[in-house]
């Protein structure tokens, strides 16, 4: 019968049409005994799903029409500034959190520690190559948690690595020099994230492979998908077995022509100091708005986004967009609907981008509480619009969401797709909890990841708040009728 129902459905029959249809004297149709359950069976679930459109409709045109988001984000970008995890910034960002949730019509608001990563970058880098005697300066930043230099810097020949093999082949060949990770994004895959997390290695693992052969220093070309002057910063993973080397992401049109001169078979020397300094863990927090479940208050559904950014700007769209937007998703439940049958939490992560301190604290939290955890969304792919929805999930949950895409067609989301979450609520799936992540669309994002560019004159309005109101349909959606 369902499938009959979506038939009819998709023909453009409406429960206005078959209402009239069945009201009128066509008694030959109704001389059919079966065909009254059937009918019947149509209209209740027609009617239903029409209510449930409709609600869905105004809740749309409450966000779209009195979103708070871009003015929240204003808040965090202008006002605040860059959030790094540990800094003054983050602390200002977590009392401002405290007050949009208020604001948005939380039943609680509460802070919730957690230790996080405290690193400095300190004084401005500086850096520079030199070739056949001529110098040439260097458009750099150093990496997230990298150990500073040298006060008075470090200098050396530049070796080019393209993959993280050509470096193991060369082995102790690199001893006493810089190490030059020139990993291009590739630009034939459309999901840029996919690049992101492939040409990554560099960043993530490259200062300790190449302080295991000797190496003083590493500069990486920039995770960017774009040809320009910025540098992208980005968190590094220190190996313990080995020396910690200092490390620098250089534009990537400096990659680019630094790249060719190296071609050249020139002797390249090249010299960066930097000033970046690792303190001990410090406390922080956690935001986190709930509103109770009328009739399930113990199944929590978790929406959120990370609080903290990197130094070098705003952070707009990493990721003070998937926050705005997750205290969007409450405001607007809490005016279009009152009351959700399950508990609504929105959280604002604190220490996603150098060392997942809120995330384990949520995680740690709801693994040791009575509550049921039963979903959890992340926006954190940038203000963009919305295209998807991936999910991680049991195959009997993903079947009984997919049957709510039409919901969300109006809107701009057109797919549910097998795969999805985010850093910062991974950790929930000890739990048993079901993930999922926002997709908006990423051809721009990388442009502007983790550099200088990443400020509020880069986020759409109209497209933050498409975000925010997809993610609040799936949120009311769950709430409204679980995932069993």
Same mark, same amino acid.
């Given at each position: 019968?369902?499938?009959?129902?979506?038939?009819?459905?998709?023909?453009?029959?409406?429960?206005?049409?078959?209402?009239?249809?069945?009201?009128?004297?066509?008694?030959?149709?109704?001389?059919?005994?079966?065909?009254?359950?059937?009918?019947?069976?149509?209209?209740?679930?027609?009617?239903?799903?029409?209510?449930?459109?409709?609600?869905?409709?105004?809740?749309?045109?409450?966000?779209?029409?009195?979103?708070?988001?871009?003015?929240?984000?204003?808040?965090?970008?202008?006002?605040?500034?860059? %959030?790094?995890? *540990?800094?003054?910034? !983050? =602390? +200002?960002?977590?009392?401002? &959190?405290?007050?949009?949730?208020?604001? $948005?019509?939380?039943?609680?608001?509460?802070?919730?520690?957690?230790?996080?990563?405290?690193?400095?970058?300190?004084?401005?880098?500086?850096?520079?190559?030199?070739?056949?005697?001529?110098?040439?300066?260097?458009?750099?930043?150093?990496?997230?948690?990298?150990?500073?230099?040298?006060?008075?810097?470090?200098?050396?020949?530049?070796?080019?690595?393209?993959?993280?093999?050509?470096?193991?082949?060369?082995?102790?060949?690199?001893?006493?020099?810089?190490?030059?990770?020139?990993?291009?994004?590739?630009?034939?895959?459309?999901?840029?994230?996919?690049?992101?997390?492939?040409?990554?290695?560099? %960043?993530?693992? *490259?200062?300790?492979? !190449? =302080? +295991?052969?000797?190496?003083? &220093?590493?500069?990486?070309?920039?995770? $960017?998908?774009?040809?320009?002057?910025?540098?992208?910063?980005?968190?590094?993973?220190?190996?313990?077995?080995?020396?910690?080397?200092?490390?620098?992401?250089?534009?990537?049109?400096?990659?680019?022509?630094?790249?060719?001169?190296?071609?050249?078979?020139?002797?390249?020397?090249?010299?960066?100091?930097?000033?970046?300094?690792?303190?001990?863990?410090?406390?922080?927090?956690?935001?986190?708005?709930?509103?109770?479940?009328?009739?399930?208050?113990?199944?929590?559904?978790?929406?959120?986004?990370?609080?903290?950014?990197?130094?070098?700007?705003?952070?707009?769209?990493?990721?003070?967009?998937?926050?705005?937007?997750?205290?969007?998703?409450?405001?607007?439940?809490?005016?279009?609907?009152?009351?959700?049958?399950?508990?609504?939490?929105?959280?604002?992560?604190?220490?996603?981008?150098?060392?997942?301190?809120?995330?384990?604290?949520?995680?740690?939290?709801?693994?040791?509480?009575?509550?049921?955890?039963?979903?959890?969304?992340?926006?954190?792919?940038?203000?963009?619009?919305?295209?998807?929805?991936?999910?991680?999930?049991?195959?009997?949950?993903?079947?009984?969401?997919?049957?709510?895409?039409?919901?969300?067609?109006?809107?701009?989301?057109?797919?549910?797709?097998?795969?999805?979450?985010?850093?910062?609520?991974?950790?929930?799936?000890?739990?048993?909890?079901?993930?999922?992540?926002?997709?908006?669309?990423?051809?721009?994002?990388?442009?502007?990841?983790?550099?200088?560019?990443?400020?509020?004159?880069?986020?759409?309005?109209?497209?933050?708040?498409?975000?925010?109101?997809?993610?609040?349909?799936?949120?009311?959606?769950?709430?409204?009728?679980?995932?069993?």
């Amino acid at each position: 019968m369902i499938a009959m129902y979506q038939i009819i459905k998709s023909l453009g029959l409406t429960s206005d049409y078959l209402f009239k249809f069945v009201s009128t004297k066509n008694t030959t149709a109704l001389k059919s005994l079966s065909f009254l359950p059937l009918c019947c069976f149509i209209l209740s679930n027609a009617f239903a799903q029409n209510a449930d459109e409709q609600k869905i409709s105004k809740m749309a045109g409450e966000i779209m029409t009195n979103s708070q988001a871009y003015n929240n984000l204003k808040i965090f970008c202008k006002d605040i500034g860059p %959030r790094l995890s *540990g800094s003054a910034n !983050a =602390a +200002k960002a977590i009392k401002a &959190g405290e007050k949009m949730m208020k604001d $948005a019509g939380a039943d609680k608001v509460y802070l919730q520690p957690c230790m996080v990563t405290h690193w400095e970058r300190g004084a401005e880098e500086k850096g520079s190559v030199r070739i056949s005697g001529k110098k040439y300066p260097l458009e750099l930043t150093a990496l997230g948690n990298s150990v500073p230099t040298p006060k008075a810097g470090i200098q050396a020949e530049i070796l080019e690595v393209k993959t993280m093999q050509e470096l193991h082949a060369l082995g102790n060949k690199v001893k006493g020099k810089i190490v030059f990770f020139n990993i291009p994004m590739n630009p034939t895959y459309i999901e840029t994230f996919r690049a992101y997390g492939e040409s990554g290695i560099g %960043r993530r693992t *490259g200062a300790s492979q !190449a =302080a +295991k052969y000797g190496a003083i &220093g590493v500069m990486v070309r920039s995770l $960017a998908s774009n040809i320009d002057n910025h540098p992208h910063t980005g968190a590094l993973v220190y190996n313990d077995s080995f020396p910690k080397i200092p490390a620098i992401a250089i534009s990537t049109k400096n990659a680019e022509w630094l790249s060719t001169e190296l071609s050249n078979a020139k002797p390249v020397t090249g010299f960066f100091t930097t000033n970046c300094k690792m303190f001990p863990d410090v406390l922080s927090y956690n935001v986190i708005g709930e509103i109770t479940g009328s009739e399930h208050p113990e199944e929590v559904i978790t929406v959120g986004g990370h609080l903290d950014s990197w130094d070098l700007a705003e952070g707009a769209n990493d990721d003070g967009s998937g926050c705005v937007q997750s205290i969007e998703v409450l405001r607007a439940i809490r005016k279009n609907i009152g009351t959700p049958k399950r508990t609504i939490r929105a959280v604002l992560f604190m220490n996603e981008e150098n060392g997942g301190g809120g995330g384990r604290a949520y995680a740690d939290s709801a693994a040791a509480g009575n509550d049921k955890f039963i979903f959890a969304l992340e926006s954190d792919g940038g203000g963009f619009t919305p295209r998807a929805f991936g999910f991680d999930m049991p195959e009997n949950q993903f079947a009984k969401v997919e049957q709510w895409l039409s919901y969300f067609l109006p809107y701009g989301v057109y797919e549910f797709k097998r795969g999805g979450g985010g850093s910062d609520i991974a950790p929930l799936k000890k739990t048993g909890t079901s993930l999922a992540g926002l997709v908006p669309d990423s051809q721009r994002y990388f442009d502007i990841h983790h550099a200088e560019t990443d400020v509020l004159e880069n986020v759409s309005k109209r497209e933050l708040d498409l975000g925010a109101v997809n993610m609040a349909t799936l949120i009311w959606l769950i709430s409204e009728y679980g995932l069993n």
